[in-house]
């Protein structure tokens, strides 16, 4: 009865070549470091939070609930981003033995399939979480960070198949969906979010965090680190009473 | 007769096996890797804070008055949860050589005894102590931290034997308890707020700091640190006069 | 035809001898190290900032778009600072297989040109970006940092070619330039700059960092950690009420 | 010439031994590692700041303008307590190649003279420098930073040559000194604010930092990070317009 169990959930050939790799630049190896990196900088504070890789049609995952600095290349789920037909019932091509899939998993994959993303981030970041307590909904009913005339702005790409970047005077804008009880349920906000903003590399959850994606991991991180840079400025930005839109350039 | 002091305070057998393993999962190495993370955290500075782990009747404790980020598992105190009828004469199974037990002995003793805990962590942080005084009394003359509607909530379980989490819309409620002149004297009002607030993982002692425990280590090390998290945030959604609690979800 | 691009973008005599040393203090080894430390200390977020070190004619520039806490020795390009007539055209003695010229590359020159600098840092702190936001234009029409009274003024020079040191009651002035939207265009208002203020190790680029060199990598890492130290410094003081500028010495 | 100038800096016999060990807790040892700590705290920036070890009659002394994160057991300097008649004329047992000594040395040799201390812990700590721009003098024209029942006030000593620690309802008062242009000039004024509070382990500098000392290095450690945690609580507790001083318990 246990073997019958641990077969099953657990067969021999788990695939475990999937995830061990002496490349240090394996999605294996670098989801773990990019978590510990995370954990540094407090943006999966108490295992919220994660990162997701895809090269080609593999995705690669953290497990749910695990102190992400710990976090080893033998903890990932790995399964084929083709092969989700429903996604209630996911396949995996390859599961760690003691751990459950991530409920941020859906909307990894929204980045992943809508996107054509080769990393997507999701942080708990407080600047985030403030940021979206200090924005209201602008006339469109719509909830839309924005800043100008910054030279981080620079770090996002213009849009979705677009080579440029954003310019110094253009202005950055990051739509906010309000949170749900359970994660997997932002799934269909998110996802219609990225149809109504197309060029946005990131979407800010109310109360929660952000999603942010890149076409690399290293354009996915940089794009990460940016956000959280231009938040937290913002939030001091609003303690010293300095706007966050100015108009040294029209406001795009 | 410098001999016959050495044999009572360290016998020859002083069950160094006890702490002692290769087993990185070992609680003797496992406080030792908490306590460096909670000084960079900033925790334990200063020798505060520290933390306690249960595995089975085995108790296992940090010394008092260390550099907390320099434990080595030599440096743990070892005892057993059944066998300590009197609280002022604590019997111990295994003891370092040149220290004292923790004041905080009994306040992680009451989490293992009254809660079942496997570990309990104690801090100072400075957004636990800037929490306790930026709260009143309420109306039931019991000091309370409640948030409500932050994703980070979710990290709490619901309560004593409950296997469910917290949900975004529930409110959080942390207890306060008033500080005393000697650390061991905070037993009694410990034990009572347990008892007033059965469903609690975490006390906070005004102008002092927070005691948090879990069911695992890794349980209540997620705990601290969503804690601390939140402590942090409402402390800046006081600055930029952002209410603690909102009505999104009815306040429970 | 591969192999002809090959050649002429990596010609078989690379000069990989030219960053490749087991000395630690070796130019190509100090960079990398040195941009590892700024990402901790929030510098060189989302691949921003960097740093250039001139050792007689050799200039060594870390490349951009790279994430700054993964950069190797392999990575820096060396050029000649004596044979780069044209700034439109520059000769790389060595380049790295896969990476650009920093846009910052400009900047860096004018320090070691007109300065005589051994090495150059460029950061996107916070403070540094929040300082250029709180300044207001003088009757001049400069925006300039002016700080005095606090004992880490005594990190700065006195000025271009004078031995002593800044003294307690000095003032320190740290002018601001406009930002533009393509960082190499920054390099006529940043050399007027230096030519306006002859004196200064620094320049403030409004919405955007800093530009600090030395005589060395020692001294100009020094006083980039020195005005870090006094911007956030003087960003707690405004939101404290205390002036920057206090009358305990006359103001010079 | 160039070989007697050598001899005369650095005899063959330069008494290396007295900073090399293999015991990481020799003070050669253990100044480099307390001030790589420093320097991650924000205590010795840009060169700034350092700490002094005394073991009988030896004083070790870490160099002046080196990068404090780097600093090497072969950098340090050795001289006798005993032996220094004259301030202006230091003889020292051992001296590193390429330093001068640091004009802290002779505020060190205070807390060693007047208090016997062990260890001194000079820092510029943003916190500190704060905190002395917030006093104001009080009707004995002095000023002196005072805080009362917060826990981390015990991890003080209730004063010279008394073996027990401040209580939590006690006041901590840190006494505070006038800056002055040369650093060595700070001595007479740093003796007489021992002479007049006999039981400080701390003299704040305005606009400068701290100096902290203790019987032993963990003693000096221990106080120097409890009063940055103070300085930097009692910061926020001003922008939240909580007061330092509270009457839980009548000011002492």
Avoid at 89 to 98: F, G, N
Avoid at 226 to 246: C, G, H, T
């Amino acid at each position: 009865m246990l073997k019958i169990q641990f077969y099953t959930a657990f067969p021999i050939d788990n695939n475990d070549h999937l995830v061990l790799s002496s490349d240090k630049n394996h999605p294996a190896n670098l989801i773990p470091e990019l978590c510990r990196k995370f954990w540094t900088l407090g943006w999966v504070t108490g295992t919220g939070g994660g990162a997701s890789i895809r090269t080609g049609d593999l995705v690669y995952l953290a497990p749910s609930g695990v102190q992400k600095e710990l976090i080893q290349p033998e903890d990932i789920y790995v399964l084929e981003l083709s092969k989700q037909q429903d996604p209630k019932k996911r396949i995996y091509l390859r599961s760690p033995r003691d751990f459950k899939p991530s409920q941020c998993t859906p909307l990894f994959m929204a980045a992943f399939k809508k996107r054509n993303a080769g990393c997507c981030i999701h942080t708990h970041s407080q600047w985030a979480v403030l940021i979206t307590l200090l924005l209201e909904q602008n006339a469109h009913n719509q909830m839309v960070f924005e800043i100008n005339n910054i030279e981080q702005i620079k770090a996002f790409g213009r849009g979705w198949k677009q080579q440029s970047s954003l310019g110094y005077h253009d202005t950055l804008r990051i739509p906010v969906i309000e949170n749900t009880p359970f994660e997997e349920d932002l799934t269909e906000s998110l996802e219609a979010c990225m149809d109504e903003f197309p060029d946005t590399y990131a979407v800010l959850v109310r109360r929660h965090g952000l999603y942010v994606w890149g076409e690399t991991v290293s354009k996915a991180k940089q794009q990460a680190e940016s956000l959280d840079y231009l938040f937290q400025l913002a939030v001091e930005m609003r303690k010293l009473n300095i706007p966050w839109l100015s108009d040294i350039a029209p406001v795009a």
